[in-house]
């Protein structure tokens, strides 16, 4: 099958297409001809050789599908062959096919094409579950978004809008993506570049703080963070972009009785991301089946042009998601 590829690990130039094994799938899995995959930041990491795939998944890049059911694995019996289908996967999104469990996937509503359905395991996934699972927003809540132009933090605003209306999304953003994160839903814009969001967000919300942070900036947004955290607030950290260690004032946190919450998906137990994706099929297709929340598509690529898509997404200029689509 056809499949992007790495030699060695590097810059984008290192992607190449080529030839790899089709996979067979396994108990409780099913083989999907993959129609659409999305780029996600995470893609760029283990390109770069910095996040390897979890045991037991393949080593091709990709941690979502969009596509056609072609296979059952033993014990299958939830799908049948010519399902279309969308989910989570270890691995292996950006080839013509790839394994994923059973219980990892969700019907693709007829009112989603295969590029928009590309475009909402990863994101919308790990959204729901750190801003409501762990983070355990509730209407009328303030919450905190690092980086609203993303392809997760797009997807967060869209959920806290959809679920929790009366909650209000302060959200940073570098200046380019302000105008389109504010029609997005955000109740507050802060330019991250030239503004101090703490200093914005004790502004905002006159001196209480926040009760949910979804932060992937990690070691250098710390301090701020805890700052602009209500007490009893959650910090939700699902990145480290800009370093892994930093200062803590433990005795400032235990007194505010807030949270520091670490937070992957992709290495979770096959049960715990089954019981996840079953949540947000309840919770959160029905949203995407009346199109009440709608995938935003940045530009599609072809799988052939992943490179190029890499280097998009590394330039940064994108807003919400940026799709590989296979012919
Ligand atoms: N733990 C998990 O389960 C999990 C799952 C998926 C993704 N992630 C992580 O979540 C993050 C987002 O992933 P993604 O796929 O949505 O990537 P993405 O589309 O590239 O989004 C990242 C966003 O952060 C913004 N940004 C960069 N530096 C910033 C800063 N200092 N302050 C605020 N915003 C900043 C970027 O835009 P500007 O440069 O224009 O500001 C961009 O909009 C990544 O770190 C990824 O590894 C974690």
Request: proline share 4%; net charge negative.
């Amino acid at each position: 099958m056809k499949a992007v590829l790495l030699d060695e690990f590097g810059g984008a130039d290192v992607l190449r297409i080529g030839e790899a094994e089709r996979p067979t799938p396994g108990q409780g899995q099913v083989l999907v001809e993959v129609a659409a995959t999305s780029v996600n930041r995470p893609d760029l990491v283990q390109r770069e050789g910095k996040y390897p795939p979890p045991k037991g998944d393949s080593d091709i890049l990709g941690l979502e599908v969009a596509g056609t059911v072609r296979e059952l694995g033993p014990g299958v019996n939830r799908w049948s062959v010519g399902d279309r289908v969308m989910g989570l996967v270890g691995g292996g999104g950006y080839a013509e096919y790839a394994v994923a469990y059973a219980d990892h996937l969700l019907r693709i509503p007829e009112s989603l094409s295969f590029e928009e359905a590309a475009c909402i395991c990863e994101a919308y996934i790990t959204a729901y579950l750190n801003v409501f699972l762990l983070g355990g927003l509730e209407d009328g809540d303030t919450v905190l978004l690092h980086g609203g132009g993303g392809g997760v933090n797009t997807a967060a605003i869209q959920l806290c809008k959809a679920l929790t209306p009366n909650a209000k999304a302060l959200v940073t953003a570098s200046p380019g993506k302000r105008e389109r994160v504010a029609a997005l839903g955000a109740a507050l814009v802060i330019d991250y570049r030239t503004q101090d969001f703490a200093a914005e967000v004790k502004r905002f919300t006159d001196g209480r703080g926040v009760a949910v942070i979804l932060d992937h900036i990690g070691a250098a947004y710390l301090a701020s963070n805890m700052k602009s955290l209500a007490v009893g607030g959650r910090l939700v950290v699902i990145g480290v972009t800009s370093g892994i260690e930093a200062q803590l004032n433990l005795g400032l946190m235990m007194v505010k009785r807030q949270r520091i919450i670490g937070s992957v998906l992709r290495s979770r137990p096959v049960p715990e991301k089954s019981a996840i994706v079953a949540e947000f099929a309840d919770q959160v297709l029905p949203l995407l089946a009346e199109r009440k929340i709608v995938p935003l598509i940045h530009k599609v690529y072809a799988l052939e042009d992943a490179a190029q898509a890499h280097r998009e997404m590394e330039a940064s200029a994108h807003f919400g998601k940026i799709v590989l689509a296979l012919s």
